[in-house]
């Protein structure tokens, strides 16, 4: 599937899309760029669920003009790669160790044969995830983690109790590829600007919306009862105190203040217990902080640029100095 844009958004300049195979045969779509200068190292953009990569076209301008080449995947079930279920508005996976598969193709197909080192990650929500999951097995491909409003726990839903026995004994029973009770598979993108969750940026958002009017099969809506039970069963690993201690590769968490789907307290709790990491929390900001408004983004990449060696901003920062 091409890279799909809009008249007022168009991808960056020269990029190339390709398909890779994850080891399980399952089809996935990717796209690289690469800078006008000598590339600084490469930058992953990996997104949270339900995204595609044409929703980072602005950030991946943003990473070649700082001198990164960049390097972006749909995660299967989403966007233009393949979908497990018959009703491709689901979004579906049977165990997060599945998106694992996704990232060791991204890495070999894409990263090794393409993508000059050092290497980056820049994920949100589920798939910083599943980068902290790869990164705790020591499968994480990265010199270096930038997490945005990363799923440690959710707002709406907890994992413990009730809910994590509910979820998981309906998935036991059959039922992971149904829609959650009261998910119908419902556009958030389509829905009125004023009171989502995601941004505050009204043009932002009105692009986004665009992007999903002018391709509605890039977009998968509702969650089901099976990914469900996939991420609680995540986040409880989440929780035991060694887990953030058994990671040693160096990790910035970015969270969002004003987050009504991933929680932030979680997310500040999880990281005083890295070894080698850090979190900010700007606050105000909403879930997508990489869509958010120009003050708070400014935020995040003055932290971006602190952080990631090798950045064209910081070494310019440095310079004047």
């Not at 930038?146 to 959710?154: E, F, K, N, R």
């Not at 929390?281 to 995040?300: N, S, T």
Request: glycine letters at 10%; aromatic letters at 10%.
């Amino acid at each position: 599937m091409a890279l799909i844009s809009t008249p007022d958004y168009p991808p960056p300049p020269l990029g190339t899309e390709a398909d890779i195979r994850a080891p399980d045969g399952v089809r996935l779509r990717t796209a690289r760029w690469a800078p006008v200068s000598t590339p600084r190292g490469t930058v992953a953009v990996l997104g949270g669920r339900g995204e595609f990569i044409e929703k980072y076209f602005e950030v991946a301008g943003e990473l070649l003009s700082r001198g990164f080449a960049v390097a972006a995947m749909d995660w299967r079930g989403q966007g233009g790669s393949d979908r497990p279920l018959r009703d491709s508005r689901k979004g579906h996976v049977d165990d997060f160790s599945h998106f694992e598969r996704d990232l060791a193709a991204f890495a070999l197909s894409l990263l090794e044969a393409n993508c000059p080192r050092p290497w980056f990650g820049l994920c949100h929500s589920m798939g910083a995830a599943v980068l902290l999951g790869a990164a705790q097995g020591g499968r994480c491909p990265f010199d270096r983690l930038v997490l945005t409003s990363p799923l440690i726990a959710a707002t709406r839903v907890s994992h413990r109790g009730a809910a994590g026995f509910l979820v998981g004994a309906l998935d036991t029973l059959g039922l992971g590829g149904a829609f959650i009770p009261g998910d119908s598979g419902s556009q958030a993108w389509f829905r009125p600007f004023e009171g989502n969750v995601w941004t505050s940026d009204a043009d932002r958002f009105a692009r986004t919306a665009k992007l999903v009017s002018a391709a509605p099969d890039l977009f998968s809506s509702g969650l089901t009862i099976g990914w469900l039970h996939a991420a609680f069963r995540l986040m409880r690993r989440f929780d035991e105190p060694n887990f953030p201690r058994s990671l040693t590769t160096p990790i910035l968490i970015v969270a969002a203040g004003a987050d009504q789907v991933t929680d932030t307290a979680a997310a500040e709790r999880f990281a005083s217990r890295l070894r080698a990491g850090r979190v900010i929390v700007i606050e105000g900001a909403k879930h997508e902080i990489l869509i958010e408004r120009d003050v708070f983004r400014r935020q995040f990449w003055a932290a971006f640029d602190q952080f990631v060696p090798g950045s064209k901003a910081s070494a310019d920062l440095r310079s004047a100095a």
